[in-house]
Structures are given as structure tokens and as C-alpha cells.
């Protein structure tokens, strides 16, 4: 990737929304950038004598870690599926990746609800014009929860994060909801107490085709979360 940018928006390797220069907080001027961090490689092995339509190991990394060198590898995903069973690292149920443009840059999911992270899930596939539903129990990050007031303590998820969602797909449209739902805890210090409160995340997102080869397409995401920073 070679990156110019004119003006500077605080971030030298993709373009981030959040990154944009406001009033008061000047932009670092203009730059340029060459790198290989999107390089990726994937490892797949498959079952094909399975009776299970998904049988299959994967594995995918790039070198897109900003806090490492050039160099360091970035695991993207490594999970297993066999039959409607799935374990491992990849995205979040929430994840609507069809909503998404096909962009060359990662800048792409700026605007969806969504990440990978380390699950076990439980999908009936949605065929064509037909419908599908999951469950899954996924890692809570513990950094996403927020302290604005840094207090004393630590917080943290006692359980994993339980997930659910449904996909229904037509001829023109691609449609999918889904719900999340998390207990946080502070564990309070130096005079602070203790605290437990629920987090939750509602999203629904999809496609819907201008033309019947579905060549072209719109894409739409609508999101809501109170409790956490994750996903965003």
C-alpha cells in the first residue's frame, strides 16, 4: 500500500473515522506511507468425506498490528466447524459482514457493530430465500469497559458474553438482527465499592440488491450498545 494523504488525519497506515482532525485539535500534516501490513495468508483443511456440509479447520493472519513492527504476525482466525458447531476465534455473531463495501482498505468496518474475537457457536445455515439462527457464548474484552472517572479498581466480565441472531434472506434482500448481552463488574479499591451492571448490544444490518444478477448492491447496519466500548 503506498498512502498520501494531503492534510493528515493521525493515522499513517488506513484511514480511521475517528482519527478526522475537529476544531481545537490541529491534524499532523500531510505524509506518506509504504507498507505490507495487509499482506494476509490463510490455512484451510477440509473434510470432504464428511456428512457435515462444514467440516474444516482454518487459519488467518496478516501483519496489521499497530502497537508491533512490520514484522510481528496478527492472528485474524483460527476456529474449527463441524456440522453446526463452531469454535475458536473469528467474528462475533453480531458481525454483518454483508453490509459492508467491498474496500481494499480496513477502514471499511468503521461503521458496523462487530469484531473477531474467541466463541462457540451453534448456527443453522440460512440457504437461499430461506431462514437461519445461531447462538453463541463469546470472550468479553475487559478493556471495553468504560472508566471515565478512573477510579480505584478493576473491571472486568464474570461470564462470557451470550449471543443470539437470525438471518432471513429473499430474492433482493439479505436481512439479519441480533442481541448480546454481558455482565460487568468493578471490583472497587481504596474506598471505591463494588458494582455489577448488564451490558447489551442490538444490531440488524444486511443487503438489498438493485439488480437480479447482484452485481449492485446497498448496504445497511443499525446498531445500539449501552454498557461497553466493545464492537464499535
Not at 495468508?41 to 513492527?69: P, V
Not at 472508566?147 to 429473499?170: C, H, K, Q, V
Amino acid at each position: 500500500d503506498l498512502l498520501y494523504d494531503f492534510s493528515g488525519t493521525g493515522n499513517d497506515k488506513e484511514f480511521v473515522l475517528a482519527t478526522i482532525p475537529v476544531d481545537g485539535d490541529p491534524p499532523p500534516g500531510s505524509y506518506y506511507n509504504l507498507q505490507a501490513r495487509e499482506t494476509r495468508f490463510h490455512f484451510e483443511t477440509r473434510n470432504t468425506a464428511s456428512k457435515y456440509a462444514k467440516d474444516r479447520f482454518y487459519l488467518e493472519f496478516d501483519f496489521f498490528d499497530d502497537n508491533q513492527s512490520l514484522t510481528t504476525v496478527r492472528l485474524r482466525h483460527a476456529y474449527f466447524e463441524y456440522g453446526k458447531l463452531l469454535a475458536g476465534r473469528t467474528w462475533t455473531l453480531l458481525t454483518e459482514m454483508r453490509s459492508l463495501p467491498l474496500f481494499l482498505d480496513f477502514a471499511a468496518g468503521d461503521s458496523i457493530l462487530g469484531g473477531r474475537t474467541a466463541q462457540i457457536r451453534w448456527t443453522t445455515v440460512a440457504d437461499s430465500q430461506d431462514f437461519g439462527w445461531a447462538v453463541a457464548v463469546e470472550k468479553f474484552n475487559d478493556g471495553a469497559i468504560y472508566n471515565p472517572s478512573d477510579l480505584a479498581g478493576e473491571a472486568r466480565a464474570d461470564l462470557p458474553r451470550l449471543t443470539g441472531g437470525f438471518t432471513r434472506i429473499w430474492p433482493r434482500v439479505v436481512w439479519s438482527a441480533g442481541a448480546a448481552v454481558t455482565q460487568l463488574r468493578f471490583d472497587g479499591a481504596q474506598g471505591v465499592g463494588d458494582e455489577t451492571d448488564a451490558a447489551y448490544t442490538v444490531t440488524t444490518g444486511g443487503r438489498v440488491y438493485l439488480n437480479d444478477s447482484k452485481q449492485y448492491y446497498l448496504g445497511y447496519s443499525l446498531g445500539y450498545q449501552s454498557g461497553s466500548i466493545t464492537d464499535v
